[in-house]
T-cell receptor, first 115, second 113 residues
Framework: NAGVTQTPKFQVLKTGQSMTLQCAQD?????MSWYRQDPGMGLRLIHYSVGAGITDQGEVPNGYNVSRSTTEDFPLRLLSAAPSQTSVYFCASSQNQGANTGELFFGEGSRLTVL | AQSVAQPEDQVNVAEGNPLTVKCTYSVSGNPYLFWYVQYPNRGLQFLLK??????LVKGSYGFEAEFNKSQTSFHLKKPSALVSDSALYFCAVIGRGGFKTIFGAGTRLFVKA
């Protein structure tokens, strides 16, 4: 039972480069989300999706794009990386949010460094 | 807008003593409240949640939390701390009808043998 799988686990980018963080879940969860974790700031929501074809912005969406073409996958794209995007990124999924108040299942994280 | 406050950056307790990790929240309407734990270099793991009903919620690893509506608090407690409880703890909230889980800044729990 893989749960939520994130790749890569580590990545170093130069300023201005682009990349995609991959997230896949095998629990048939409708809800998926991306967070970034920075020291002293907890987890901040970047984008989320309540189902295939539906995405919305979280607290800190600038500089990031997402898409949800399938239930299983929710990639996070950095179009032009900046040093301020150095962080640990977590993907999380839930059976539902709001109506069913499901708890989140987290991946192991992707540590990104932008030079 | 919903928010969560964890007023203590770190909590230190001796093994065998009771522990409390504090959390207060602000949200429109009745909240859904959660506690998660994070061990080093790992993702967050769910501990417990309050949706409705009994104000005292029991969760994994002997942890419990008490919902207090008048004080808008949801403190995490354990009667007897273990060294293995040392970790980073996050309180989180979803507003009713909402889709965003908002986290506090986290509290590091250190249990000394």
């Amino acid at each position: 039972n893989a749960g939520v799988t994130q790749t890569p686990k580590f990545q170093v980018l130069k300023t201005g480069q682009s990349m995609t963080l991959q997230c896949a879940q095998d629990m048939n969860h409708e809800y998926m989300s991306w967070y970034r974790q920075d020291p002293g700031m907890g987890l901040r929501l970047i984008h989320y999706s309540v189902g295939a074809g539906i995405t919305d912005q979280g607290e800190v969406p600038n500089g990031y794009n997402v898409s949800r073409s399938t239930t299983e996958d929710f990639p996070l794209r950095l179009l032009s990386a900046a040093p301020s995007q150095t962080s640990v990124y977590f993907c999380a999924s839930s059976q539902n949010q709001g109506a069913n108040t499901g708890e989140l299942f987290f991946g192991e994280g992707s540590r990104l460094t932008v030079l | 807008a919903q928010s969560v406050a964890q007023p203590e950056d770190q909590v230190n307790v001796a093994e065998g003593n009771p522990l409390t990790v504090k959390c207060t929240y602000s949200v429109s309407g009745n909240p859904y409240l959660f506690w998660y734990v994070q061990y080093p270099n790992r993702g967050l793991q769910f501990l417990l949640k309050y949706i409705t009903g009994d104000n005292l919620v029991k969760g994994s690893y002997g942890f419990e939390a008490e919902f207090n509506k008048s004080q808008t608090s949801f403190h995490l407690k354990k009667p007897s701390a273990l060294v293995s409880d040392s970790a980073l703890y996050f309180c989180a909230v979803i507003g009713r009808g909402g889709f965003k889980t908002i986290f506090g800044a986290g509290t590091r729990l250190f249990v000394k043998a």
